[in-house]
């Protein structure tokens, strides 16, 4: 077992003997063979379009495949063997539609003819085998950036794939993420040409956002201010963590006359925003909050959990009767739901005590994406003309256990009264209850929404650049972000293609990035590490935090 692919990777360095997320060595070297099988397909997938086949379901299979192997996803030794069984299958039909075109079916990568073993004991040795899918054979830099191009497209592939549920698709991220793979066995590229491919990583990532902003508002609407309760009420209970919009809306609609409640709970929260959702009387309220007491909230959670699409702890023996999963999400001994029926779900929840006592505690707002932000553009606009705005930032990006993320908590709480936070994805459960007030008519505090909703900020800063009839890097904007898994490494991939500059980043670099890679990071984007709350203020604005 090898793997850096996180931030919270055992030493700064790797996971040798078991993943700090609860990753077996065994799920990992399934989960590296699993990879060595989709370069395999690939190349013909590749050498396909040279010859006009393109294999649609093979597209969407190698999303699926490649998202099965992020951070915290999947855990079920048996669900891999299924998915690399099928990755061979699929590779060998699209060969032979390759072949009858006329197109290569000839190549040196041992993944384009690999058998895969019939038992797992056997499947985790070929694993260990054959190791990490990219070239461990070039020099420490050539690899470094192969792996963030590596951890890049996984990102990628996570969002495209949430697109392509709602059935928004585009050929030239299936395109690039064939051309992609198969380059990894490649020698003969230079440093600069993988750094070249990994901000055309970047670029790619963007269109998969730009379709998911896209597939999400023409399902549910534009996301809209809504006050989420962060208490809860007396009833039966159901809680969905994840991305999953589709899964939030199907549920809802099944248990439509059922005297049940729904509650959103870590990335799940901007659901309460979406029109098309919020119209349910029964999705109530938010529960829980950071990322490392999430173990206690299910414990204490007295209803059926819903686990889409997310990044989470492994759940302990002692309430995963109670979880339910679905689409690629899996552990050993949870049960699957499959094609988006919920009643084992509702049954589940129906049969355990559910909240005896309403409970308020308070309440926060979501639902500041691009559309409500850029209607109010004029007022932010003259909020900084006037003096009124001094700066925003956005405070963004992943949440995690290992200690350092109070940092983005303390940065927030301390910044003076004349600035704005911009937040999105699950990092901001470090700080999303704070009472900022408001400049004016304007929170302070403003949730953009999911790590899927990067493509908001993104646009926001865009035209807020536009208005201002500059770059973005000539804004008073500053972005502070937090990254754990491979999701980041692709939005922060977006964020150099778009040349954008001077991004802090924490709580710690990644393990994967060389110290001369760093230094071409540093050097032609500023890329700098956080320090504390109070020098990095500082630094951003040029006078001391705010004292509270």
């Known amino acids: 077992m090898f793997c ?38 690939a190349h013909f997938a590749n050498e396909g379009r040279k010859v006009g086949v393109i294999d649609h379901e093979v597209d969407r299979f190698i999303l699926k495949a490649i998202f099965a192997t992020l951070t915290n996803v999947n855990f079920d030794e048996a669900r891999f063997q299924a998915l690399i069984n099928e990755c061979v299958q699929r590779r060998e039909q699209l060969k032979g539609k390759v072949e009858k075109a006329g197109g290569k079916v000839a190549f040196d990568d041992p993944a384009t003819t690999f058998k895969p073993a019939g038992s797992i004991p056997e499947l985790i040795k070929q694993g260990q085998q054959v190791g990490q899918v990219w070239n461990s054979k070039l020099d420490e830099d050539r690899q470094s950036v192969q792996q963030i191009l590596v951890f890049g497209l996984r990102g990628m592939a996570a969002y495209a794939d949430h697109a392509a549920i709602l059935g928004q698709e585009d050929e030239r991220i299936y395109a690039f993420l064939y051309m992609a793979l198969a380059a990894l066995v490649k020698t003969d590229l230079s440093l600069a040409d993988w750094v070249a491919m990994a901000l055309k990583c970047g670029a790619m990532n963007f269109l998969a956002l730009e379709l998911l902003d896209r597939a999400n508002t023409s399902a549910y609407g534009h996301p809209v201010p809504t006050k989420v309760p962060l208490g809860h009420k007396k009833g039966k209970c159901i809680l969905v963590s994840g991305h999953d919009l589709q899964d939030m809306a199907n549920l809802l609609a099944q248990i439509e006359g059922k005297d049940v409640y729904i509650y959103t709970h870590g990335e799940m929260l901007p659901a ?39 990044c989470i702890q492994e759940p302990v023996e002692s309430y995963k009767e109670n979880i339910f999963t679905t689409g690629l999400v899996g552990w050993p001994g949870v049960r699957h739901v499959k094609n988006g029926e919920f009643d084992p779900v509702i049954e589940k929840a129906l049969a355990l005590p559910g909240f005896e006592t309403d409970q308020d505690r308070g309440e926060v707002m979501v639902g500041f994406g691009h559309n409500t932000v850029l ?36 940065l927030v709480e301390k910044l003076p009264p004349d600035t704005v936070v911009l937040t999105l994805a699950c990092g901001k459960f470090r700080f999303f209850d704070k009472k900022l007030g408001t400049i004016g008519e304007i929170p302070r505090l403003l949730d953009i929404g999911q790590c899927n909703d990067a ?7 865009l035209a807020l650049a536009d208005a201002f009839n500059c770059e973005v890097n000539d804004l008073p904007l500053s972005l502070v972000l937090s990254w754990y ?27 994967f990035i060389s110290k001369n890679v760093l230094e071409v990071l540093v050097q032609n984007f500023g890329i700098k590490p956080i320090t504390t709350s109070d020098e990095d203020i500082q630094a951003i604005l040029g006078k001391k935090a705010t004292v509270r």
């Open 272 to 310: 309460h925003g979406y029109p098309e959702l919020k119209k349910s009387g029964r999705l109530y309220g938010h529960f829980g909050t950071a990322w490392q007491n999430q173990r206690r909230e299910f414990q204490e959670f007295p209803g059926a959990i819903l686990m889409t699409t997310n």
């Open 4 to 41: 850096n692919q996180c931030e919270q990777t055992a030493k700064g360095v790797a996971c040798t003997v078991k993943g700090v997320c609860g990753k077996t060595a065994d799920v990992a070297d399934l989960q590296d063979l699993l990879m060595h099988a989709v370069r395999g397909v």
């Open 375 to 410: 209607g109010i553009a004029p007022k932010v606009i003259e909020g900084v003309k006037a003096g009124a705005i001094k700066h925003f930032l956005l405070v963004a990006g992943c949440d995690g256990a290992k200690p350092g993320r109070n940092y983005y908590t303390e």
């Open 485 to 511: 898994e491979q999701k980041a490494v692709a939005i922060l991939l977006t964020l150099l293609h778009l040349g954008i500059r001077d991004i802090r980043l924490g709580p710690s670099l990644p393990a």
């Open 455 to 461: 493509y908001s900020a993104v646009k926001i800063a």
